[in-house]
């Protein structure tokens, strides 16, 4: 309750003459004060965030007060012409953007190693500025350079932080205070603590809305999971979406890639098809990355799958390398021109492998290190985890494979801050700097740039 008063108050406008540290000054759509408490000044973080920050946090500072045109709604059309601020910030150059080169990324012609952690909730559960700071703020200090978040929350109702409102087969982007712009202030804080970021456009599952959500209000409850791929009122529905929210960042060089889904594959929360395999979601993998790459040429583009690997004669009855039944070829994927990097995620644990986690999460880096190379692309393992009391020793035996292999890079699943009102959400995996395994990874992170300077 305390940050959804604490959010409302914030866009409405403050009555006081300036804006405190970490508090918004400008952008597109802002109607607020614009003269920052000294001695802060008003930095452009992004076209639609402006921030007080100490002088010198920005690549760009507002010499005088700017104010919007009009104010937001709460909720608007994916249609709607948005305003221009009185005060734009010039577009980042193109060398600005990370770009591949072989198995590697690059940013401004120079090597960009891509390792750091995940973080679903700074923007979703309507975190305020300054405790998003804090979160990047941790996640930099782990010697993170890259973060991977979430940019949807299909919804029938409107209640809390929600993206995609949908009214029976009518759906809206929301880009009130309690919609894209909790994105706007995630992506302006990443920015200030030289983050880059990837952002996942839907889910494979119910959390958060999901592709069941567009199935159910189109067509009806009780259809296949998969038909999200297939038909074709989905499909331009789903399209919309992205359009909106690509459109609205196709400048923001803080932003490394986007991702189509997180963990696509034929089921979800509700079963598959009969028909639904590999395939299907290569088809649809191809076309979606292809519509983006059309609106957006500044950004990489991944899938956000599993990798699971359509391999399943040679390791039968174990179900990531059973990939076609699953929905999911990794090898095939990567062969798509559209996509940019592979991503892989890796759980023994969940996945029937605890009693050997070490070496099958070896050899699971092992194999898709092993496609990477095959294709001359990217990989990175995006989420990997384990809730057991092991992994501070579990942790660097999966660090040492992924330099030995020289796969491209990793993000661990989760980040963790605490703040004044407690820890953000743990789910058993959430790691803190408190926590003996944040020296891992900052130890990881420096193994990593080493390797790659």
């Known amino acids: 309750m305390r940050y959804l008063v604490y959010l409302a108050a914030f866009f409405a406008g403050s009555s006081l003459a300036t804006v405190s ?6 952008g597109i759509n802002y109607s607020g004060d614009t003269v920052c408490a000294a001695p802060f000044v008003c930095v452009v973080l992004n076209d639609f965030f402006f921030q007080c920050l100490p002088a010198g946090s920005g690549s760009s500072t507002v ?98 932080v929600y993206y995609h409102l949908w009214n029976g087969s009518t759906a809206t982007v929301n880009t009130g205070a309690d919609g894209l712009q909790t994105l706007d202030i995630l992506i302006a804080s990443a920015k200030a603590h030289g983050l880059h970021l990837i952002i996942a456009l839907t889910n494979n599952w119910s959390d958060f809305g999901g592709m069941d959500v567009y199935t159910a209000q189109l067509l009806g409850p009780g259809l296949p999971h998969d038909t999200f791929y297939t038909n074709p009122a989905v499909i331009a529905a789903y399209k919309t979406y992205v359009q909106a929210i690509v459109s609205r960042y196709v400048n923001e060089s803080a932003i490394m890639a986007w991702e189509l889904a ?51 004669v040679a390791h039968d009855f174990d179900f990531p390398y059973q990939g076609d039944t699953i929905g999911i070829d990794f090898a095939a994927n990567m062969e798509i021109s559209t996509l940019d990097f592979g991503t892989f995620h890796m759980y023994p644990d969940n996945w029937g492998h605890s009693a050997d986690d070490i070496a099958w999460g070896n050899q699971w880096i092992t194999d898709h290190a092993a496609i990477m190379n095959s294709s001359n692309k990217p990989v990175i393992m995006e989420e990997y985890g384990s809730t057991s009391s092991t992994r501070t020793t579990l942790y660097p035996m999966w660090y040492n494979t992924v330099i030995a292999t020289d796969l491209t890079g990793d993000l661990v699943w989760q980040a963790g801050s605490i703040f004044s009102t407690g820890e953000t959400p743990n789910d058993g995996y959430g790691i803190y700097p408190t926590d003996p395994e944040y020296k891992l990874l900052q130890a990881h992170a420096a193994a990593i740039k080493a390797r790659d300077g």
């Open 262 to 312: 997180n963990e696509p594959c034929c089921a979800g929360n509700t079963p598959a098809s009969a028909t639904c395999n590999s395939t299907t979601i290569t088809t649809w993998a191809a076309e979606m990355s292809a519509f983006i790459k059309s609106i957006d040429k500044n950004h990489l583009v991944a899938i956000g799958d599993e990798g699971f690997i359509n391999a399943a």
């Open 63 to 160: 010499s005088s007060p700017s104010t919007t045109t009009s104010a937001s709604t709460s909720t608007s059309k994916t249609t709607t012409t948005s305003t221009t601020a009185t005060s734009t910030p010039a577009g980042p150059s193109a060398t600005g953007f990370v770009r591949t080169s072989g198995t590697r990324f690059t940013l401004n012609g120079t090597a960009f190693p891509v390792v750091g952690e995940n973080a679903y909730w700074p923007a979703l559960l309507g975190y305020s500025p300054a405790e998003n700071d804090q979160a990047f703020a941790d996640i930099a200090g782990s010697g993170a350079t890259t973060v991977r978040t979430m940019a949807f929350n299909e919804v029938t109702s409107p209640v809390g």
């Open 21 to 26: 540290e970490f508090g918004q000054c400008g």
